[in-house]
């Protein structure tokens, strides 16, 4: 069978009233079409879960050529950028609470790094730099994956030559125009050695859909920031055409009781 062609009895039902002559069409509420809109992003997330597993499994089988394998790598990069943005949709229609829990940040980074790897080009090169005296982060675990996962498809798409890409955790005092008190934070930084950013760039990058790509929405730094918000803490930027960005992300630690 063709791609994109179902057959006859597979065709799906418009989602609309069609077909029922002048029958009355009671109103749509804003709770009903919340819903849809959220059954729609679910089921559009899950149709992707077997593509991004099926696309890993060729990759990791090498099949086909180096052309076709570049393909295939491409590909599972815009299932990864679909699935985020599946994931953001579902939270703007219903926000979950925030849920703080102490996370040591080396058991949140080494699962993640499979995962990771996979939504980057083979000629980018992960490395993880954690300092080995680190107390736990009070965050919320599922959050700042998120925020990681689009700082790292951010970085992906800054180093088209490949390059390295660091992510450095460390215990460190924040900027002086955080928010905060002068309490130590937990610093993760997400460092690539990309085509970094102009001043321009730098001054709007995180604001809602602003985006200098062709296909961007510009909703993923603008989300980044509004999660280390809702942690307590916050996002810095550090970054210059041809020398690569590096974004910091700013999280409370658990700092009683441990001693450096
Ligand atoms: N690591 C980076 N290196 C260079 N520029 C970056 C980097 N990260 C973000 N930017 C700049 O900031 C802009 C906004 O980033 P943001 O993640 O919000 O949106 P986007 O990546 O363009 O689209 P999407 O909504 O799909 O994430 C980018 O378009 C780019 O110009
Ligand atoms: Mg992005």
Redesign the pocket.
């Known amino acids: 069978m063709a791609l994109g062609r179902l057959p006859a009895h597979q065709t799906p039902a418009p989602l609309t009233s069609g077909g029922r002559g002048s029958e009355a069409v009671p109103a749509v509420t804003a709770t009903d079409s919340r819903l849809l809109l959220s059954s729609i992003v679910h089921d559009f997330n899950n149709l992707l879960t077997p593509i991004v597993t099926i696309l890993e499994e060729l990759q990791a089988r090498h099949v086909g050529t180096s052309r076709q394998l570049k393909k295939i790598d491409g590909a599972i990069y815009c299932a990864f950028?679909a699935k985020v943005l599946a994931r953001q949709l579902l939270d703007f229609v219903n926000p979950r609470p925030v849920s703080l829990e102490p996370v040591q940040i080396r058991q949140l980074l080494e699962p993640l790094e499979t995962a990771l790897v996979s939504t980057l080009s083979p000629d980018i090169r992960l490395k993880l730099d954690i300092a080995e005296e680190l107390p736990p982060a009070f965050i919320d675990r599922q959050l700042v994956e998120r925020a990681l996962l689009?700082l790292v498809?951010?970085?992906r798409?800054?180093m088209p030559e490949g390059g390295d890409l660091t992510i450095t955790a460390a215990l460190e005092f924040p900027p002086a125009s955080h928010p905060g008190g002068p309490e130590r934070m937990i610093r993760l930084s997400v460092a690539?050695c990309?085509?970094?950013?102009d001043d321009q760039?730098l001054k709007m990058?995180?604001q809602p859909n602003?985006?200098?790509?062709t296909n961007?929405?510009?909703?993923?730094?603008?989300t980044v920031k509004q999660l280390m918000e809702s942690l307590g803490g916050g996002l810095s930027i550090t970054?210059a055409p041809r020398r690569g960005?590096t974004?910091d992300l700013w999280m409370p630690a658990l700092l009683a009781g441990f001693a450096d």
């Open positions: 950028c689009n498809l951010n970085a798409d800054a690539d990309g085509l970094g950013m760039t990058a995180g602003f985006s200098t790509r961007g929405t510009g909703l993923g730094l603008a970054s960005t974004i």
